[in-house]
């Protein structure tokens, strides 16, 4: 039963344009979110988080949406540069506790 | 030198062979897990703990077993390896002051199982 889904397993963009992914959630109970980015050979490394309480979180080039009616949330990377390529985990924790449930993961490919 | 270690970094064994993995933090965390990562599954969790004397099964705990012998250390057991534990595995720590927080993860240990 997979709580946390990541729908599509990899995205190409172009450089300067907007990447954008996407994750699903099933659990109520999650009320807090996370994206890590991964590396090859690499282990990952935390990029950006949001509460439930807020709708919309930024950093610099990043920025997490949160839609809880539809328990959707996904990333924006704009612009997306080269050295944005990676893999990128939605991740979510509940009050209850603090393990965290992944998704499957998006490569992301940005072309010079 | 990184704050979550793990080694080895890279492990061929055999089936039916014992093997550890082992992982020690410097950051002061109380709270230490172990994932694996397989293609298109993401990142599974193993096992946690929440401090010396608290050890959790997680999602996928079978054929499995692990040790926190100090808060900085927690080790992953393989009792008898089998080809399907082949993949790479993730130790990781959190800290317990803030309600929310992200996890820290170590470079990760490819093992192979044949």
């Known amino acids: 039963d997979q709580q946390v889904k990541q729908n599509s397993p990899s995205l190409s963009v172009q450089e300067g344009r907007i990447s954008i992914l996407n994750c699903d959630y099933t659990?109520?109970?999650?009320?807090?979110f996370l994206w890590y980015k991964k590396y090859p050979a690499e282990g990952p490394t935390f990029l950006i988080s949001i509460s439930s309480i807020k709708d919309k979180n930024e950093d610099g080039r990043f920025t997490v949406f949160l839609n809880k009616s539809a328990k959707h949330l996904s990333l924006h990377i704009v612009p997306s540069q080269p050295g944005d390529s990676a893999v990128y985990f939605c991740?979510?924790?509940?009050?209850?506790?603090?393990?965290?449930?992944f998704g499957e993961g998006t490569q992301l490919t940005v072309n010079p | 030198d990184a704050d979550v270690t793990q080694t080895p970094r890279n492990r061929i064994t055999k089936t039916g062979k014992r093997i550890m993995l082992e992982c020690s933090q410097t950051?002061?965390?109380?709270?230490m897990y172990w994932y694996r990562q397989d293609p298109g599954l993401g990142l599974r969790l193993i096992y946690y703990?929440?401090?010396?004397?608290?050890?959790n099964k997680g999602e996928i705990s079978d054929g499995y077993s692990v040790s926190r012998q100090a808060q900085a250390k927690f080790s992953l057991s393989l009792e008898s390896a089998i080809p399907n534990q082949t993949a790479l595995y993730f130790c990781?720590?959190?800290?317990?002051?803030?309600?929310?927080?992200?996890?820290?993860f170590g470079q990760g240990t490819r093992l192979t199982v044949v």
């Open positions: 991740a979510a924790s509940s009050a209850s506790g603090s393990r965290l449930t």
């Open positions: 703990s929440f401090d010396v004397k608290d050890i």
């Open positions: 950051k002061g965390h109380d709270r």
């Open positions: 659990n109520s109970m999650f009320d807090y």
């Open positions: 990781a720590t959190s800290d317990t002051t803030g309600k929310n927080t992200e996890a820290f």
